[in-house]
């Protein structure tokens, strides 16, 4: 519902429920509704935006993810600090895609997605990198290439998992995806977190000592490091 302006208001609110709507051109301005008449107008704060689902107790301000701002594209002027664009929001670090700021009441807590993912601002999300404009990094020459699957198979494994032979802690993973009656496996390098490898056999991250050949990957790593 989009409220209209002047001498149309009374009659675009009248029969409506008393409660908060959302502006007609803001998307962070919301206005209130009593007795079929328009009685105030307020802001949400600084990144935050109107849901635009009418709320009846009080105006319920929350992330734009998820939030339809087209047809009232417009928005109060940023109040940045010195850490955050605006007082809220989740934003995507300046020079890292795979970090991202969380901005609350203008004070910053910083997050990571995980490794090979990287930090949508469209969605709010860590994605896929090469899903995120500005983020994708050309693929290698020697991309793993995923083994033929049986499409049935994919109910009982899932996405199946295959050990990155030159590197024990990480793996690649298979993402399905299906068209119609035809599928399609896309390769994703993914790591363990620090301090475990990758089990094939459980196909699942584990303790080095689980995994053959794996065992002294970590000592080996710490021992090379040491050495440069």
């Known amino acids: 519902m989009n409220p209209k302006k002047g001498a149309e208001k009374d009659e675009f609110y ?6 908060f709507y959302p502006h007609s051109e803001e998307c962070d301005r919301w206005v209130k509704c009593e007795d079929g008449k328009e009685v105030s107008t307020g ?3 600084d990144g935050l935006v109107f849901n635009s689902y009418a709320s009846f107790s009080r105006p319920r301000c929350e992330l734009p993810f998820g939030v339809d701002c087209t047809t009232r594209p417009k928005l109060q002027p940023p109040q940045p600090t010195e850490q955050c664009p605006r007082l809220y929001g989740m934003f995507r670090h300046d020079a890292d895609c795979s970090k991202y700021k969380h901005c609350d009441n203008g004070i910053m807590f910083e997050g990571t997605c995980p490794e090979g993912l990287s930090f949508s601002e469209e969605y709010g999300v860590c994605d896929w990198t090469e899903n995120v404009a500005g983020c994708a990094k050309p693929q290698k020459s020697n991309i793993f290439n ?20 030159e590197d024990c802690r ?13 599928y399609s496996m896309i390769p994703r390098h993914l790591a363990c977190e620090e301090g ?9 991250c584990d303790e ?3 995994v053959v050949g794996c065992e002294k990957y970590y000592e080996v790593e710490k021992y090379g490091n040491e050495l440069n």
């Open 14 to 19: 009248e029969g409506l429920r008393d409660g």
């Open 43 to 45: 802001l949400c704060p």
């Open 146 to 165: 995923c083994p033929a699957f049986n499409a049935a198979q994919f109910t009982l494994v899932g996405n199946p998992r295959f050990p990155d032979p």
């Open 170 to 182: 990480k793996f690649y993973v298979c993402i399905v995806t299906f068209h119609d009656t035809t």
């Open 196 to 204: 475990r490898v990758f089990n094939s056999k459980k196909n699942e």
């Open 208 to 210: 080095p000592e689980n």
